[in-house]
Structure formats: structure tokens, C-alpha cells
């Protein structure tokens, strides 16, 4: 479809992109999901009426809503008319308790809070923490003390406003360790240039992950509405539903995580070979590391078609193509800026091509992000222009840059730097392992020692002589102080819904574990 790219940028500018593409294409399905469809004309009119009940309900221009919903049409209502009513939103994880998820509501200063009647306990809960938000919708049914939402929407003009205000986000931080949290910045996440290479109209964009982690939220969602694409959203992710939504729907873009690649090639082979992927341009992946066995798979069965990014919500980094990955496997890119990425030893100098410090990003103008209710944090994860997720890699001498760990998730054992990803991709090239995770666990002798936790794939028997053999496995790939004296098999390891691993929780189990048994602790 034709786009007038001044009138586009003008009503992004506004907040108003979405009205842009109502107006030029009304009935092109913008959100398909199993709780309800929207053209782009209603999911932009219904944006209109909320904006407006909302500031007939006395919010004003950065003003701040919270919303605890699921991946549904409403998320989207509530981020567009956000977005043009100037208010600052932010979506709060669903797995959090009542107490938890009303710590950011209060903390982000919400003075509406957007509920899904699925979560109605917690949402009421942390409601009660929350005293600030006076104005409070239930999505999806009833909560006690919400409004309808329907009934709320219902009641006013959906026609676009005469005074649109371009809102803000601000998104919340994992919290491992901690309280988590708020980012802000004085956008909201968008389009990162043309960076799917999008037709309007034509392409569908398949969303895997919960809208309230940032990945999706920019990727899976404002990104694709704003350059005139539809969604369709997934309430949950399944590697099989996945291939069948890919076919049904001939979904040309996605955004996905190395654990849903690593379950998706861990599928049988006559339906991996019954699948119809041949509609798919486009898989931007990223939010955790990606073993170079399990991309590569994904490469041959799908084609180049994997973008693979460097983020976090504090801010961006790199890019790398399948075609520039083939030719330099394991790396993230190069920095979509030049020169936004440096490397540091401990005494923030520069190291040379090849050694491995801690990675830094440079922040771009206008682009400075900051912990809300903490200038302290904000001020420690700077230095100068360029700041730090606490990453650790390395850059080659064309500039592209390697991520070898966490500084936080490394093992020290008897004096020596050991980092999990590097054992874990190891055990995931095994046959048996669906999934891996490796901690380092109290030792009198050497301070830590190489633990792996392994869950295994559907039909593999646990064993004394699997662990033996996997450790073997390990052994024969990688140097042997690297490797894990002990492995502990389990149900399912403790993931977020970005694929990141709850590594914390592991620790602290294990270690409690040790100390109990007469370990040191």
C-alpha cells in the first residue's frame, strides 16, 4: 500500500499512528486473538473512546496508567489511547502476586490501573496498594471495586481526537535482585526505523511472547501496527500451535526466544517436516544467548531468516543478519550506531580486540533512560554517555561483538572464571536435554563448583548413568574445569516468559540445599 511518509510521520509524532492506517485500510484485521478480533477502524476507535474517558475521568497529559492484562485486544486499546492522550503506561507482569504487582502500579505513580478479570485476586489485591489509582477497569469480567471497561468504552465518541498527545512508557526491570525497576523514557517503544522491512496491508506479524515484556510489547506489537501490519497474538506459547498459526494465518514476521527454537527443532521430525514455513521473511530473536548449534538448525530448516538483536529495556545494541551470523557464528553484531559499544576491564579502560570485559552501550540523544524513584542506580549504570546491563563479551576487529555471560551468573571456582551459557549450549547439543541451566554451588575446596540442572526430553528416563554420560558429553567438547561434577534432573526449569532463566531462584535453592546438608555456605 502506498504510504505518504510525511503525513505517516506526523501522526506517529502525534500518537496517532494507528489512526493513520484506520483511515487508508479500515477493515484489515489489526489484532486476531482467542479473546476477540480488531480491524484497524474499531481497534482505533475504541482507543479514541478510552482516551477519552479517561481524561473525562481527570487524567491529564503525564499522567500514568498500569495495566495487568493479558494478550488480548484490550492490551492493545490501552497502549494506543495511551499513546494519544500523553499519558506515561506500563504493563505489569501477571505471574506477580497481588503485593508484588501493587508495588509497581503505587510505584509507577498509576493513576488509572487497567485489570483482566482472569487475574481478579491479584488485581484487586494490589488495587489495595495502590491507592493512587483512583480510576480502575476490569477487562474480561468482573473485579470487585473496577469499572467495566466495555461499558466504559461504550459510553463515548470514538472518533479520532482534535488534540492528540504523544504518551510515553515506562517498563519495569526483571528485579533479580530486588525491588524492580521503573525505565523511563520519553518515548514509547516503536518501530526501529523500517527494521522488518514491512508491507502494509500484506504482511502478519505473529506474536509468541506476553505483551508486557518489552521485547514483544515494541517488537510484536507497536511495531507492526504502526507500520500498517496486522497481529496475531498468541495467550500462551506452544511449538506445535505455533507451526499451525504460522500456516493458517501465512505469518510473514515474528519476534521469538532461543528457548522456543531449541523446543521447535526438539518436535518430532514428521512434523517438523509437515510444516508449512515457507511464508515467514522476517524472525527477529533475542533476551537470551543462542547456541550456535540450535541457530544454525533454525537457519537450515527456515532459511536466513533470523534477525538476531543485543537489548534489554534499558536500551539497544546491536543487530546481526542469518547471512552476517553464517559467516561469523555465536556473534550478536555489530552496534546499529558505530561506536555505541565498548568494551571495559574492572578499571573502565578500553581492552583490545578479543579479551573479554564488560560491555557497554551508548546512550543516544534523547534516548537516556532512568530508574525511576533512583537517580543512585541511574547514576551507577553510567559511565559518561554509555552505560551497562552487567553483560560480559568481547569484540573482534571488525567490531562485532560476542557475549560470553552475566557478570552476575558467573562461576568462580577455585579462582577460575567459568560462565554458564558457554556449558549450557554444550548439553543442549545433547539428544536427551530439553533444557539446561548451570549454577555454581557452595564448595569448601574451590569455593564453587560446576552444577548442571537438566530437563529432559518427553520419553528420556532420568538415571545416575545419564548424568555420568552427560557430563562425558561435556567433557569431550570443552575443557573439563568448565564441566558440572553434579547434575540434578527436573520437571521444568524456572523461566520468565522471555526465555530468560530464573537463575536466582536455582541458586538459592541448591545452596539452601547444601547448607542443610552440611555444606558450607
Known sequence: MPVQLDDLREATRDGMALAYWAARQPDVPAIVSPHGDRTFAA?????????????????????????????????????????????????????????????????????????????ATSAARAGDCAPGARVRLAVGGAIDGFESYDDVVAGYDDSDLDDP?????????????????????????????????????????????????????????????????????????????????????????SHMVPTMFHRLLALPDDVRAGADVSSLRLVLHGAAPCPVHVKQAIIDWWGPVLLEYYAATEGLGTFVTSEEWLTRPGTVGKPFVPGSIRVLDEHGDDVPPGVVGTVYLKSLPGARFEYHHDPVKTESAYRGDFFTLGDVGRLDEDGYLYLTDRSSELIISGGVNIYPAEVEAELLAHPAVADAAVIGVPDEDLGETVMAVVEVRDGVETSDALAEELVAFCRDRIAHYKCPRTVDFVDALPRHDNGKLYRRLLRDRYRAAAVDAGGSS
Open 165 to 253: 498527545v504523544v504518551g510515553s512508557s515506562m517498563l519495569y526491570t526483571s528485579g533479580t535482585t530486588g525491588r524492580p525497576k521503573g525505565v523511563r523514557r520519553k518515548a514509547t517503544p516503536s518501530a526501529v526505523g523500517n527494521l522488518f522491512r514491512y508491507r502494509a496491508g500484506e504482511d502478519v506479524h505473529l506474536c509468541t511472547g506476553p505483551l508486557y515484556h518489552a521485547a514483544p510489547l515494541a517488537f510484536s506489537l507497536v511495531s507492526p501496527l504502526h507500520a500498517g501490519v496486522g497481529v496475531v497474538v498468541m495467550d500462551g506459547w506452544d511449538a506445535r500451535e505455533t507451526l499451525a498459526l504460522v500456516a493458517r494465518h501465512r505469518v510473514t514476521h
Open 43 to 119: 481497534l482505533n476507535a475504541r482507543a479514541n473512546a478510552l482516551a477519552r474517558a479517561l481524561r473525562s475521568r481527570g487524567l491529564v497529559p503525564g499522567d500514568a496508567i498500569a495495566l495487568l492484562v493479558g494478550n488480548r485486544p484490550e492490551f492493545a486499546e490501552v497502549v494506543a489511547a495511551a499513546q494519544r492522550a500523553g499519558l506515561r503506561f506500563t504493563p505489569v507482569n501477571w505471574h506477580l502476586t497481588g503485593d508484588e504487582a501493587g508495588y509497581v502500579v503505587d510505584d509507577c505513580d498509576a493513576k488509572a490501573f487497567v485489570a483482566d478479570a482472569r487475574y
